[in-house]
DNA sequence: GCCAACGTTGGC
DNA sequence: GCCAACGTTGGC
């Protein structure tokens, strides 16, 4: 079965625009556990990805991605010299995994998180519920049709 | 830059 | 196992 995700970036750490130039890149740095597990146990090569800029002017869904591999240990964990190290993860017993990711298309507006609030077919949608911090989670296939639809993909 | 919300850590 | 202190995320 064909999975949705939405996974935020920080545009001036890594955006749309240089995931575009690599094609495809390891997703990173994930140090919390839900997102963790969702990567490791969930996502598939193919499963579509919504592709999220966060703390910028204008926070919101920005274009499509895909996985393009399964998870697989964050080896930058193991670096003294990077900045997400723990040295608690190591090759023996890695505790932090990642997948890669993608490019497929540059939405030709954001799709913002303020316009998404009002929009009533993506009442209950993760993304949207209070407090919420993830920066992978899954994305119900109506929300994700929905969202499809107005970029106009 | 502020701050609310949340996750993690560590003392007890 | 509780919970206070602390750190981080991310909208505004």
Redesign the pocket.
């Known amino acids: 079965m064909k999975r949705y995700w939405l996974m935020?970036t920080?545009p001036e750490t890594y955006s749309i625009d240089d995931l575009k130039r690599d094609k495809s890149e390891h997703w990173d740095?994930i140090?919390?556990?839900?997102a963790r597990n969702f990567m490791m146990q969930d996502m598939r090569v193919g499963d579509a990805v919504l592709f999220?800029?966060?703390?910028?002017k204008v926070?919101g869904i920005i274009g499509l991605a895909k996985v393009s591999k399964e998870a697989y240990p964050d080896f930058t964990a193991w670096d003294p010299e990077a900045k997400y190290y723990d040295p608690?993860s190591t090759s023996d017993n890695p505790r932090w995994f990642m997948v890669d990711v993608a490019y497929v298309k540059t939405f030709k507006e954001v799709i913002s998180?303020?316009g998404m609030?009002e929009m009533p077919e993506l009442d209950g949608m993760r993304l949207l519920?209070?407090?919420?911090?993830?920066?992978i989670m899954p994305v119900e296939e109506g929300q994700f049709r929905h969202i499809c639809k107005l970029a106009g993909c």
Do not use: I, V
């Open positions: 935020k920080e740095g140090r919390n556990y839900q999220y800029h966060s703390n910028c926070p608690k998180l303020s609030r519920q209070k407090g919420n911090r993830l920066s």
